[in-house]
């Protein structure tokens, strides 16, 4: 049987959470399922997305493939090897970068030193795990910095450096938790272009990466999951999500004169216009089916456009559809 790189059948896990502070008689438990019974596979050379608000319990699924949590119940596979009885051998093949996980790094030693003392334990010699640090620094723009203690990094180089920790091994496996998470928009950029097109189509790596920026989960995954409340609500390709939204293309126009709705009425396909101040938003189901009529209606009526776009479902509206509440609006309690 053709192993999957990733693997994942019906993972769950419950954390204990204590409420009020320690010195505190009212402290009060309660557990929280962090994860329930999340199934997912992922191909080889395939980006997989997992795309979910915060505390949704991508960075818990990540820990238990990472071996750094166990599960309660379920079977988790990393290139053939079980992620608990033969954590060693999982280890061994993948690199990740983890939620948060600028710390992974040591602080008082340079990042070159870092990546080199990663390199070698992971079986690099000296030559070879110093070639690759200098290579991966570069790739990362880190090169003028690379001599600097990592404690005087900025958060950013911090992720960078880390990100970079988690190539230098060549693992064929990448585990990325909100990999752009507090970078510039620039460089997140330029990390998202590295991930597609070096990582994945140039060296051919498996990779499975959380995010809960829809516009990135949309331009690196090949497939992407949807998990909320610590389940895996939905799970396809972009395209296919979106498709799925029901809610409809917006045609939004912008005119030099106002008019009314009356102007459009008798075109068949608009479900519905919505006035504002200089602009309008006509809702239908296909944009393309009713376009040359709209323009030929605001011809004839002598009303001069300024500019027309048209608004596509994203991933978030997808989200919202299934789970009535958008990425940013935040499970978590305060
Ligand atoms: N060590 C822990 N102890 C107690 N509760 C935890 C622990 N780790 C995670 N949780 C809880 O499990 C749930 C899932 O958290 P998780 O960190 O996996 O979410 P996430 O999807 O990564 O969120 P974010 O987008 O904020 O990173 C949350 O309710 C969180 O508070
Ligand atoms: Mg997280």
């Known amino acids: 049987?053709?192993?999957?790189?990733?693997?994942?059948?019906?993972?769950?896990?419950?954390?204990?959470?204590?409420?009020?502070?320690?010195?505190?008689?009212?402290?009060?438990?309660?557990?929280?399922?962090?994860?329930?019974?999340?199934?997912?596979?992922?191909?080889?050379?395939?980006?997989?997305?997992?795309?979910?608000?915060?505390?949704?319990?991508?960075?818990?699924?990540?820990?238990?493939?990472?071996?750094?949590?166990?599960?309660?119940?379920?079977?988790?596979?990393?290139?053939?090897?079980?992620?608990?009885?033969?954590?060693?051998?999982?280890?061994?093949?993948?690199?990740?970068?983890?939620?948060?996980?600028?710390?992974?790094?040591?602080?008082?030693?340079?990042?070159?030193?870092?990546?080199?003392?990663?390199?070698?334990?992971?079986?690099?010699?000296?030559k070879e795990a110093k070639k690759r640090a200098i290579h991966l620094l570069e790739q990362m723009q880190l090169t003028d910095k690379a001599t600097e203690r990592v404690?005087?990094?900025?958060?950013?180089?911090?992720?960078?450096?880390?990100?970079?920790?988690?190539?230098?091994?060549?693992?064929?496996?990448?585990?990325?938790?909100?990999?752009?998470?507090?970078?510039?928009?620039?460089?997140?950029?330029?990390?998202?272009?590295?991930?597609?097109?070096?990582?994945?189509?140039?060296e051919g790596k498996t990779i499975l990466l959380t995010t809960h920026y829809m516009a990135e989960a949309d331009q690196l995954s090949d497939r992407v999951a949807l998990i909320d409340n610590g389940k895996i609500i939905d799970l396809s390709t972009p395209e296919q999500l979106k498709l799925r939204v029901k809610e409809q293309e917006v045609i939004k126009i912008k005119t030099s004169d106002s008019f009314s709705y009356g102007t459009l009425e008798d075109i068949s396909g608009i479900l519905e216009v919505h006035h504002h101040d200089d602009y309008i938003r006509i809702h239908t189901p296909d944009s393309s089916q009713i376009m040359l009529s709209v323009l030929e209606k605001l011809k004839e009526k002598d009303i001069r456009i300024q500019s027309i776009d048209v608004e596509t479902p994203t991933l978030e509206d997808a989200f919202i559809q299934l789970t009535g509440r958008g990425l940013t609006d935040s499970k978590e309690e305060v």
């Open 1 to 126: 049987m053709q192993e999957f790189p990733i693997y994942v059948s019906k993972i769950s896990k419950k954390f204990v959470k204590t409420r009020g502070s320690r010195f505190k008689r009212s402290r009060e438990k309660k557990t929280v399922q962090a994860l329930d019974k999340v199934d997912l596979q992922v191909h080889k050379g395939e980006i997989f997305g997992l795309l979910g608000p915060n505390g949704a319990g991508k960075t818990t699924l990540v820990k238990i493939l990472t071996t750094i949590v166990i599960p309660d119940h379920g079977i988790a596979r990393i290139n053939g090897f079980d992620v608990v009885k033969e954590s060693r051998q999982a280890r061994a093949s993948f690199g990740a970068t983890i939620g948060g996980g600028e710390r992974s790094t040591y602080w008082k030693m340079t990042g070159l030193e870092n990546l080199i003392f990663f390199g070698r334990m992971y079986g690099l010699n000296k």
């Open 151 to 202: 404690e005087n990094y900025s958060t950013g180089m911090k992720m960078k450096v880390n990100f970079a920790r988690s190539l230098i091994s060549n693992a064929p496996i990448l585990i990325f938790d909100e990999p752009t998470l507090g970078l510039d928009p620039s460089f997140a950029r330029d990390l998202r272009l590295y991930i597609k097109n070096v990582l994945q189509k140039e």
